[in-house]
Structure formats: C-alpha cells, structure tokens
C-alpha cells in the first residue's frame, strides 16, 4: 500500500508561482503512475495533471495546460507539480494520486489518494 502527503500549498498572489511535492512511502513508487488532483468548495474533484512510470508521458487539463508542470523522482520517492502564472480559479485543495494505469487518472480514478494541500491565490 502507498502512501503519500502532500507540501508546499500556501497562499499566493495572482500571477505568483507554488510548487506542490508529494511524498510517497510504502510500495513501489516507479509501479505507478501518479497525477495531481484539485478540488473548490463547492465542486467536483477535477484532473489536473499526470505522469506516466518512468515520466515518459505526460497529460494536463486544458485548465493547467502551459502553466503548469508535473514531474517525479522515483529514486527519492517524489512527485512535484510547478505551478506559474497562477489565477484566482486555480483555489482549490490540490491532491496526488497513484494509479496502476496511467489512463485511469484522467477519469479521476487512483488506487491510492493523499489527503490534501491547500492553494489559495489571492486577486
């Protein structure tokens, strides 16, 4: 069983720049593709980001697409996602994910979840 915690949320100005980490511990990182998740009060869970085994693929939302970046570590165990450029609309509780199938995390579906880190970006 993997388990991740999520860092590096926080409260930024519009136009400012985060960059999310989750940290993997238990099971084998490089089994798994991983992805980011976020989710606004009052809305469903959305796909970010995510990233194939060996970070050979990647997929972002049309949301994200340009601004943001995810990559891993498998040796340390880590995902990132960069985060530029950000706009008022990308608040939201952001979350990593684990999925045995890359395809699956665009339909919002992982095996294992985080809990969470908050992003707030201020207009």
């Known amino acids: 069983q993997v388990q991740l915690v999520e860092s590096g949320g926080g409260l930024v100005q519009a136009g400012g720049s985060l960059r999310l980490s989750c940290a993997a511990s238990?099971?084998?990182?490089?089994?798994?593709?991983m992805g980011w998740f976020r989710q606004a009060p009052g809305k469903e869970r959305e796909f970010v980001a995510a990233i194939s085994w060996n970070g050979g693929y990647t997929t972002y939302s049309d949301a994200v697409r340009g601004r943001f970046t995810i990559s891993r570590d498998n040796d340390k165990k880590t995902l990132s996602l960069q985060a530029n450029s950000l706009k008022s609309e990308d608040t939201a509780v952001y979350y990593c994910?684990?999925?045995?199938?890359?395809?699956?995390?665009?339909?919002?579906?992982?095996?294992?979840w985080g809990q969470g880190t908050q992003v707030t970006v201020s207009s």
């Open positions: 238990r099971g084998i990182f490089s089994n798994y593709a």
């Open positions: 994910a684990a999925s045995g199938r890359y395809n699956s995390l665009t339909a919002r579906v992982a095996d294992y």
